[in-house]
């Protein structure tokens, strides 16, 4: 059975569900110390506690496990960036600053994850799929809020482009993201990242 998620087979409330969970958290601290492609099937189920045949029965392979992990994530990045995305009601500056602090936070937990699934795209065909959905449902969300505050003449008139803005601005994000979140852990570092972010969008949106 399946979920929708390629590769990835039956997911139940059940004791599957805990051994699918026991392969997923033995990948995110294997991440931690190597590439998903230093990483074998053996190593996972050492770790989980299983046999090769219970990791296949819920993972045809160490790329379907990173697909989740990459998946969970993301969707908490998306999550986050709704904090100025579909919250008209917070001010530009306070909203856009939230949303950048959250997504900062998400990479230095869970940088391991994404730098490997962002490695993965350019290897494997269902990861560079998942990127480039993901992408697009960033790049839509961030475009119509940007048209919405044209509109309401909040923000300064195109050009560019509202979608293309928005491609420059998070592409940027990414590039800063998975680099920063390299970096030795710094509360310090941490909020001069968002001021410096925040600041860009601010600036390529509003004029402020």
Do not use: C
Not at 4 to 21: A, E, I, M, N, W
């Amino acid at each position: 059975m399946s979920n929708g998620t390629p590769g990835v087979r039956r997911r139940k409330q059940s004791k599957g569900d805990l051994t699918s969970q026991a392969i997923l958290e033995t990948a995110e601290k294997l991440l931690a110390e190597r590439d998903i492609t230093e990483i074998t099937i053996d190593d996972l189920t050492t770790g989980a506690g299983i046999s090769r045949s219970a990791f296949y029965f819920h993972f045809e392979s160490r790329e379907a496990v990173l697909y989740v992990l990459a998946e969970k994530v993301v969707a908490e990045l998306y999550a986050t960036a709704s904090a100025w995305t579909e919250s008209p009601a917070s001010p530009a500056a306070e909203a856009l600053r939230e949303a950048t602090a959250g997504s900062v936070a998400i990479w230095r937990r869970s940088g391991p994850v994404l730098r490997a699934a962002t490695r993965a795209r350019e290897t494997s065909a269902p990861m560079t799929q998942f990127w480039s959905d993901m992408a697009r449902k960033f790049i839509t969300a961030v475009a119509d809020r940007i048209e919405t505050e044209r509109a309401a003449g909040h923000a300064l008139p195109g050009p560019p482009a509202a979608k293309s803005l928005a491609l420059a601005l998070i592409s940027m994000n990414d590039e800063v993201f998975y680099h920063h979140s390299r970096s030795r852990k710094s509360a310090t570092a941490d909020r001069e990242i968002v001021d410096t972010l925040t600041t860009i969008w601010l600036r390529s949106i509003y004029g402020v």
